[in-house]
């Protein structure tokens, strides 16, 4: 089962005990997961992702004139 814990609070410089935050409360979420679920969670992310970086192809050619 994936845990419902909060993200953890990320310094605007990004440290490295950001990173171990990070990896703290992945690990925390995950650690009782079963294969399916932790597949699921890695899926619905990559989804997130993706259209963020449809979302900033379609922002980066706007006005962008092509001849």
Known sequence: MIHNIP?????????INDIHKIR???YERLK???VEERLMDINEG????LKQI????ASAH???VRS
């Open 62 to 64: 706007v006005g962008v």
């Open 32 to 34: 009782n997961a079963t």
């Open 46 to 49: 990559a989804t997130e992702g």
């Open 24 to 26: 703290e409360w992945n």
């Open 7 to 15: 993200k953890p609070d990320i310094s605007p410089n990004f440290t």
């Open 54 to 57: 449809e979302a900033l192809r």
